[in-house]
């Protein structure tokens, strides 16, 4: 119980710390009158009835604009907040500052096909036209719509999946958002873009796994398919053997490094689970 209590008192400390430089971050890209998107994190934690208490990992903001990217990085490389072990991949530029993870985002998410890659690329660009204002802690920050904020937690469950392996946070925020947002929501349209980007198989198994283990109501769900409860099982399999990220297990770790061969990997794990169970 003590050691419970410890790691809570800590996940709170870590969210105070992360509104701290939340703010720190904004009101420097203020200065170039940026205001990059807030992507999952802190955004999700309000939807909590507890915020605080939401296990915090990193910050990451979203460059809407054509040029924002480079400025962004610049003005942080003027103040000196960059350094030598920061990574740069085709999708973000990964830094530290005050001992928290912020990652600047030039793609939001790179889709597995590069036929759904252009179509996402098409709806990122609708979403950004329609992005709102809110206050998180003491900063106004930018969010998505909700619409493509449904979409894109989705997305960004499929491709961890794909990858390393989930823990039930990921779903844990998808689902409270779908529940806050889903009734101010055009559903039609949410599947017609699922449609678009190959994304209904997804939708449905992680909704039959809210729905069965989260106590989400089918009517939040936009699609719910009860042929779906038995892959939401053994998906309940794979996030309790692999552990948040695939940490729990070495299965994950033995992932070849090239991107292709990762996802043939993975599709090996899967296999496993959704074919031969």
Known sequence: ???????VVKIENVYHKHLDVLAHIYGIYAELDLCPVL???LGVAALYPEPERRQCGDIDLYAPEEDAYERMKSLLAQRNLLGDDDEESFKHYHFRMEGVVIEIHRKIAKMLSPFYERRFRQLTAEAMAQRQTVRIGEVEVALSPSWFDAIFLLIHMS???AEQGIGVRQISDWSL????????????????NLKRLGLTYD??????????YLGLDRSAAVIY????????GRLAEMIFVSGNFGKATDA???????????????LRVHVRYFLCS
């Open 225 to 232: 398919d009860g042929r779906f409860e038995g892959k939401a």
């Open 203 to 212: 939708w449905k198994l992680f909704s039959a796994f809210a729905v069965k």
């Open 1 to 7: 119980l003590l050691r419970w209590y410890g790691l």
């Open 177 to 192: 958002f779908l529940s806050a947002h889903t009734q101010n929501m055009d559903r039609d349209m949410i599947i017609r």
């Open 159 to 161: 491709i961890h999946l």
């Open 39 to 41: 992507l999952k994190g």
């Open 252 to 266: 994950w770790s033995h992932r070849p490094p090239s991107f292709l061969a990762r996802k043939i990997y993975a």
